[in-house]
């Protein structure tokens, strides 16, 4: 892993941007509002629909500040990504959200906004269907991308960058119903066809670690905010997902929604 990629992993680890308004809790930032307030509201554009869009090309790294940033993020929340609050400042929020874009329109994802992305963010892919005949409410996870789309209505809601299952076997030992077990398992996120079922609101212990927010979809395995979301997979079967994303999924996403799981991560 890169120095800018170790970067965006400490970043995400504290991630954690809430946009409110006074109909509840919004993910995205309303475009032309941002441009002049940054005050939230919900957006999301699909990439077929989206406002025509000029880069302004600055080489933009995690950390930076000023209007540029102001200026990506604005167009992140304009496609249906979750860049966090529209305030200027590149953190964990607003790399996820890159990240995402990055892997759908076939950037290697990377902390740093340069030439390439600057000229997808002008002309950009929409992620790809997964399941052309899916109910218009869906959720697809797409595991060799490891990205997550949210379709409301037939509409691309939010696109998010996720880290599901690691593949890799484990046995671990924890304390659990008051005494010490040990749990041994596939770390595997599985494909197919599920449902959203019952969620939990905060964090939720789990006899594998602590769950924010998390929304089940088959058996034990759930969509749920992480401290550490990484670009490789690396939990033990759930979808994790960006603290931000988590915190506002729950108004997005309802009981019995489809959800597709396909693909392969190939490390």
């Known amino acids: 892993m890169g120095v800018g990629q170790r970067q965006g992993v400490a970043a995400l680890m504290t991630a954690g941007a809430v946009l409110l308004s006074s109909a509840g809790v919004t993910l995205f930032a309303d475009a032309a509002a941002a441009r002049t307030s940054a005050s939230p509201a919900v957006s999301a554009?699909?990439?077929?629909g989206a406002s025509p869009f000029a880069a302004p090309g600055k080489t933009l790294k995690l950390g930076a500040k000023g209007a540029t940033v102001k200026v990506l993020q604005t167009r992140l929340a304009e496609l249906g990504y979750a860049p966090g609050r529209i305030d200027g400042r590149y953190g964990g929020a607003t790399l996820a959200a890159v990240w995402a874009f990055q892997k759908v329109n076939g950037i290697t994802p990377t902390s740093?906004?340069?030439?390439?992305?600057?000229a997808a963010l002008e002309t950009p892919l929409a992620p790809k269907v997964l399941v052309p005949n899916g109910k218009p409410t869906r959720v697809e996870v797409n595991l060799a991308k490891q990205v997550m789309v949210l379709y409301v209505g037939g509409v691309v809601k939010l696109v998010s960058h996720t880290s599901s299952g690691s593949g890799i076997s484990y046995c671990e030992t924890a304390t659990w119903e008051g005494r010490a077990q040990?749990?041994?398992?596939?770390?595997?996120?599985?494909?197919g066809d599920y449902k959203t079922t019952w969620r939990r609101d905060g964090w939720h212990k789990s006899y594998l670690g602590q769950l924010y927010n998390p929304i089940f979809f088959n058996g034990g395995i759930a969509f749920h905010g992480a401290l550490s979301v990484p670009l490789a997979p690396a939990s033990h079967g759930c979808v994790r997902l960006p603290m931000h994303v988590a915190e506002v999924l729950p108004g997005l996403l309802g009981t019995g929604v489809p959800v597709h799981v396909r693909g392969r991560f190939v490390r």
């Open 112 to 118: 740093t906004v340069a030439r390439r992305t600057w």
């Open 182 to 191: 040990r749990f041994c398992g596939d770390a595997r996120t599985p494909t």
């Open 45 to 48: 554009v699909t990439a077929t």
